[in-house]
């Protein structure tokens, strides 16, 4: 089964340095990567899709994709405590084009 | 405003009793699918639908059944077959190109 991979965390970070969060990915074909952030009990929300190789920012958020390497990175500048919540990397696998395949996500503390 | 709309929140279900989980959207999206959230886990796909009157079995689709009858409407019953159905359930639409994904705010199963 192809498998989308996090660190559950906790990570756990200082208000106003940099989190980074990263995600690997089995399926080389994979073309579509999301970032979500979900707090609990709550339903995700999108934070940022990418699908070229290279960076993409908007905002704090910074996301990498290096398809050579199967990595999806989220970088969150300037932490807040309002950033603290579970962060889900997704990919839509190659040869489906319909399912958005989750990690188990990363847990991230910004602490005052 | 268009949206997903999942009802009810939070629903409680005794033994061998089968329950349905209702999921309507007005964004006139073909494709639909139901996703279902273990405590610390990432998202795992229950059964999704391209189109009206077909759908498919995701990964973890034991237990579980659905109907595509309207285009709005993707029920899912969890049967007394499903012997730990305690979990977030979470229904998603996605737009054609699978660009943009949409979450309704989830039910909430517990087992009596």
């Known amino acids: 089964q192809k498998e989308v991979e996090q660190n559950s965390g906790p990570l756990s970070v200082p208000e106003g340095a940099i989190a980074s969060l990263n995600c690997t990915y089995s399926d080389r074909g994979s073309q579509s990567f999301f970032w979500y952030r979900q707090y609990s009990g709550k339903s995700p929300e999108l934070i940022m899709s990418?699908?070229?190789?290279g960076d993409k920012e908007d905002g704090r958020f910074t996301a990498q994709l290096n398809k050579a390497s199967q990595y999806v990175s989220l970088l969150i500048r300037d932490s807040q405590p309002s950033d603290s919540a579970t962060y889900l990397c997704?990919?839509?696998?190659?040869?489906?084009?319909?399912?958005?395949?989750f990690g188990t996500g990363t847990r991230l503390q910004v602490t005052l | 405003d268009g949206g997903i709309t999942q009802s009810p929140k939070y629903l409680f279900r005794k033994e061998g009793q089968n329950v349905t989980l209702s999921c309507e959207q007005n964004l006139n999206h073909d494709a639909m699918y139901w996703y279902r959230q273990d405590p610390g886990q990432g998202l795992r796909l229950i059964y999704y639908?391209?189109?009206?009157?077909?759908?498919q079995k995701g990964d973890i689709a034991e237990g579980y059944s659905v109907s595509r009858e309207k285009k709005e409407s993707f029920p899912l019953t969890v049967t007394s077959a499903q012997k730990n159905p305690t979990a977030f359930y979470l229904c998603?639409?996605?737009?054609?190109?699978?660009?943009?994904?949409?979450f309704g705010a989830g039910t909430r199963l517990s087992v009596l």
């Open positions: 998603a639409s996605s737009t054609s190109d699978r660009a943009n994904w949409y």
């Open positions: 990418i699908y070229s190789n």
């Open positions: 639908s391209q189109i009206v009157n077909d759908f």
């Open positions: 997704a990919v839509i696998e190659s040869g489906t084009a319909s399912k958005l395949t």
